[in-house]
């Protein structure tokens, strides 16, 4: 790696780590945000869903643009827009002002992750390349993951408004460093497909819009509500229009032979894949509590084992796949996280086998995500379709995000409404009938959202039971909570593991021969 190339590498790294860590560093700061508003808790979500919502139609956009005006120029403008939208979210007073700021953030973001990959991955041989994508892979992987314990110590240390105002000066050296690096054109057209970009924005914000609002404790009636239906149906009627837009269009925003060649079709189906079980690793804080018995918050610390072990196995993915070309680091990636989730579901009974088990996982996400799939794409696709061409791989992989924990958090409500039957069950089988009849109130007491507050079912204990017989009630009641809801674990953890077990039959069906080709060709060379 020579000097230029390193300075590349380090200027756009950077901004992939402020880019990825804003989803998850926000969370945590939502309800302070919503006390300073004076709002209802219930708009809160809107300071994640907006960003999501234009993030992902912003993507395919600003990749094209960077294709067609330069990849440097569009970078430079999607971290000005994200600087200011972070000034502004961080002095906003209301919520219109926030949405606004968010917006404006969102727009910047999304060319940040697949233009930084265009150019890291255009700027090194075919040989080192994998390796400069690892590295890419791993920023992303550790700000994901870290962002939410961030989140937490800025609002906990300082105020929510900091983890908005610590993108300013970021964005600022980002700036100064990305003025030195030569920009690159590669199409010279220059004819942006206005009407299809209008119709694929439509597509897209109302698909992602009409997903984010699908209940995860009720996902069959969730459907039927008139915040899921006519979008999700609106996105898909818009598919045949949009189809032949494109096959009129000079310069169509989406290149729609990438649909008709099976490996590119694959690849992007792989990288949904990748998105839908990597959200599944969200729950382990939550897991890690009720497996371990620690307070609230504290399994968030947990996670530094995943950052740890995904940000190293990124890196080393990326020397790796330089050696044994991108399928085969997939399919690794995929057999450590199917491994690493049967042993979250079957076999973590404690701390170390809790700790392996998350190990196995991070190696697993790290292998997968980003470099190799990106390396597939641009194997693949022409040099001047870069940018959109990795666009497509994360709005499919934020797309899997948004669909997984549909998929995954109903075991944890599902086992979550049990707990009061399992209860009384549990409660009459050590003390018999004898003991009073209560309500348990499974929304009083947080069941439906999985959560559990042991004063909440204290206080509803009738009065008059004496102190000992109250305290063996406690104990059947902690009991109760923890197996039940390490049932529903065991059961996310087995979904996962099938959404990588279909990821590993998928990727043993890549045939990517001009890949392939590359790899024999660097390791004959003298």
């Known amino acids: 790696m020579d000097k230029k190339q390193r300075y590349i590498l380090i200027t756009f790294l950077l901004g992939v780590f402020m880019g990825a860590i804003d989803a998850g560093i926000v969370a945590p700061a939502l309800t302070a945000i919503v006390q300073d508003f004076g709002i209802n808790f219930k708009w809160s979500v809107w300071v994640v869903t907006i960003y999501t919502l234009i993030y992902a139609v912003s993507m395919p956009i600003i990749g094209k643009l960077a294709d067609l005006y330069g990849r440097k120029n569009l970078f430079m ?3 000005i827009l994200f600087g200011i939208g972070s000034l502004l979210a961080g002095f906003s007073s ?3 002002w926030m949405m606004i700021a968010r917006i404006i953030q969102a727009l910047g973001g999304g060319g940040i992750m697949p233009i930084a990959n265009a150019v890291i991955g255009q700027s090194f041989p075919p040989e080192k390349r994998g390796m400069a994508l690892g590295l890419v892979g791993a920023t992303f992987g550790v700000a994901t993951i870290i962002a939410p314990n961030l989140g937490g110590f800025i609002v906990d240390q300082l105020n929510w408004r900091w983890i908005f105002f610590i993108n300013v000066p970021i964005s600022i050296m ?10 690159q054109v590669e199409n010279e057209k220059k004819q942006l497909d206005w009407l299809g970009t209008m119709v694929l924005s439509i597509i897209i914000l109302a698909l992602m819009y009409g997903l984010t609002n699908l209940e995860v404790n009720n996902v069959v009636s969730s459907i039927l509500s008139w915040k899921v239906w006519p979008f999700l ?27 008709k060649d099976r490996n590119i079709v694959f690849t992007l189906i792989i990288s949904f894949i990748t998105g839908a079980g990597m959200i599944s690793m969200i729950f382990v804080p939550a897991f890690s509590e009720v497996l371990l018995g620690l307070s ?6 947990i996670m530094t084992i995943l950052a740890v072990a995904s940000g190293v196995s990124a890196g080393l993915g990326g020397i790796l796949l330089d050696k044994w070309g991108a399928k085969q680091v997939v399919i690794l990636g995929f057999a450590l996280s199917l491994i690493g989730s049967l042993n979250l579901a079957f076999f973590a009974n404690g701390w170390w086998t809790l700790i392996i088990g998350l190990i196995i996982s991070g190696f697993g996400i790290g292998f997968t995500m980003g470099a190799p799939l990106n390396y597939m794409i641009l194997t693949l696709t022409e040099k001047e379709e870069a940018s959109v061409a990795l666009a497509l791989v994360s709005l499919f992989r934020s797309i899997g995000t948004t669909i997984g924990p549909i998929l995954l958090a109903g075991f944890i409500s599902g086992a979550a409404t049990k707990i009061p039957l399992n209860m009384e069950q549990n409660l009459r089988e050590r003390f018999g009938e004898n003991i009073p009849t209560f309500q348990w109130g499974s929304e009083q007491s947080g069941y439906q959202q999985g959560g559990f507050s042991l004063d909440q079912a204290i206080d509803m204990l009738p009065a008059g039971i004496p102190t000992p017989i109250k305290q063996q009630i406690i104990e059947v009641i902690q009991e109760t909570v923890k197996s039940t809801l390490l049932g529903g674990y065991t059961k996310l953890y087995i979904g996962s593991s099938i959404i990588f077990l279909i990821g590993i039959i998928l990727a043993t069906r890549l045939h990517l021969l001009k890949e392939e080709r590359q790899i024999e060709k660097v390791e004959r060379r003298p």
């Open 77 to 79: 403008i999607g971290i």
């Open 94 to 96: 209301t919520m219109a």
């Open 174 to 183: 980002i700036i100064a460093m990305a003025l030195k690096i030569p920009n």
């Open 233 to 259: 149906l609106l996105s898909v009627g818009l598919i045949y229009p949009f189809i032949l837009l494109e096959k009129r269009a000079i310069d169509p925003i989406i290149t729609l032979r990438y649909f």
């Open 296 to 301: 609230g918050g504290k399994g968030g610390y």
